[in-house]
């Protein structure tokens, strides 16, 4: 039986990869990677709506994955903590391992 401390601990981890649902915010991820962004910034690189970049970015600080830094009148984001990019790069792996695996079996039939 799962203890209410490991259940909203689990909880958590599932509310945690919810920012990984949608490619576009992993794209923005991947932008800020190299360093900080205006949402400007962000929308020229992604092709996407500004509203659609703060929607995205707004989910992201409220995960606690991006910070957000005024200077003057432009707001610059970042990554809060660069490990999320370990998750990033250990999840890019599983898949690509897999698609190896898919690829593999193709060719075999």
């Known amino acids: 039986m799962i203890k209410a401390r490991e259940k909203s601990q689990l909880e958590l981890i599932s509310d945690f990869f919810t920012i990984f649902t949608n490619p576009k915010r992993i794209q923005i991820l991947q932008l800020l990677r190299d360093g900080e ?22 989910l992201l600080r409220a995960k606690h994955i991006i910070k957000s830094e005024r200077r003057g009148n432009r707001c610059y ?11 990033c790069d250990l999840i890019k792996g599983i898949i690509s391992k897999r698609i190896e695996e898919i690829k593999k079996d193709i060719t075999r039939t």
């Open 77 to 87: 984001y970042s990554v809060e903590d660069g490990r999320i990019y370990q998750v």
């Open 37 to 58: 962004l205006t949402v400007s910034e962000i929308a020229d690189k992604t092709g996407l709506p500004q509203p659609t970049v703060s929607q995205h970015l707004k």
